[in-house]
């Protein structure tokens, strides 16, 4: 199957995904798994972007069409969010232990609000929603410090974990090893990716070269295929969750076989980046 049409069938299977949920609250207690909802909306919208960008941008001045162009410099912009946002979320719903789960969302809360903290408030409406959400955060470290979870760390850890650094100890490497991936591959890859949103030297003598659209088209393909692996892994882990969104999974055997396929592993790669 092309990767256009396993794109194509893997968008419309995290719609279905996302959509099983819609509407549904949940039970006293468990509200914060309402966060993973709201990460497969971004990484949604981010895949969404990415085919959109991809089509290619005209330029027109009076009417009269200046240039055409393929933005494969955004496209992977937009492809490292979505890897960072389905790290994020597998990092904090991916765990069979709901306590472990818990507690990473709330130390990812914590970072959030701590940054929000930081920035500077110009209008009487902003001070009290900082005001606000500072009360949030100290009810969130006080969770935090009586939790079990908190006592495995060192006191420098804990003292980090408190001030917002909810990635303690793990790099996105890391991260990206946990949720299944090779660490070869998410090591090219992101640190691509990153090259490009940095502009770094490589990023720029590319868009250099890439005059032709063939060569931008070619520089945009092989990354929305990223999102294609993103879109198999999610759909797994996202059924994990809810139980509505198992049941879309199994009702499209097509799409199911899509996300197995392109669901590439640490086993499905080594025999690439282990030789």
Partial sequence: MPQEAAYSILLNLFFELVESQAGKGFRLGQEWLNDAKI??????????????????????????????????????????????????????????????????????????????????????????????????????????????????????QRKKILEGNWRIGNSWADLGISAGFHEKYFKNIYGYLCGYSHSSYISIMQVGQAESIEDQRMLTKAFLGVGVVLMAHFAFSYSNIFRASKTVLHANPLATRVAKKWKFGQEDMAEIYDR
């Fill in 39 to 156: 990460l497969a909306k971004k990484l949604y919208q981010h895949l969404v972007s990415m085919e959109i960008i991809a089509k290619g941008a005209t330029v027109e001045r009076d009417g009269i069409t200046k240039t055409f162009f393929v933005d494969h410099a955004s496209v992977k912009v937009v492809v490292r969010a979505a890897f960072e946002t389905y790290l994020v979320f597998f990092h904090l719903y991916g765990n069979t232990d709901h306590l472990v789960s818990e507690f990473r969302h709330k130390m990812w809360r914590i970072g959030g609000l701590a940054d929000r903290q930081k920035v500077h408030a110009s209008s009487k409406r902003w001070r009290e929603v900082k005001r606000s959400e500072k009360k949030q955060l100290e009810k969130l470290r006080e969770e935090i410090k009586s939790s079990l979870h908190f006592r495995t760390y060192t006191e420098r």
